[in-house]
Nanobody, 123 residues
Framework: VQLVESGGGLVQAGGSLRLSCATS????????MGWFRQAPGKEREFVAA????????YYRNSVQGRFTISRDNAKNTMYLQMNSLKPEDTAVYYC?????????????????WGQGTQVTVSS
């Protein structure tokens, strides 16, 4: 099972980026997926999660209203649209997957992880 993130980069405050996470390899069993991030010197933190069906989404408070998580199961791809970016959003962003249809904000619930993509927001 492989998860590969893309779409990171350098953007000015107030700008937008769209991250993608493509899955490949063994077929998952109705996986929920999530995005996490880790800034230098800080612990990895939950950003957003989405259920297998895509009907339910979850966000950390600081990104609610600015970030949107979505997925296209036909393409085995998950997205994170990030708008109104702030310098405090700077981090390495990781996608994660679990073989359970329900979303979770706990990193330990996700056994499968991507390698991460850097997002840098300049002030």
């Amino acid at each position: 099972v492989q998860l590969v993130e893309s779409g990171g980069g350098l953007v000015q405050a107030g700008g937008s980026l769209r991250l993608s996470c493509a899955t490949s390899g063994r077929t998952f069993s109705n996986p929920a997926m999530g995005w996490f991030r880790q800034a230098p010197g800080k612990e990895r933190e939950f950003v957003a999660a989405i259920t297998w069906s895509g009907e339910s989404t979850y966000y950390r408070n600081s990104v609610q209203g600015r970030f949107t998580i979505s997925r296209d199961n036909a393409k085995n791809t998950m997205y994170l649209q990030m708008n109104s970016l702030k310098p405090e959003d700077t981090a390495v962003y990781y996608c994660a997957a679990r073989e359970h249809p329900g979303g979770s904000w706990l990193s330990n619930d996700y056994p499968y992880w991507g390698q991460g993509t850097q997002v840098t927001v300049s002030s």
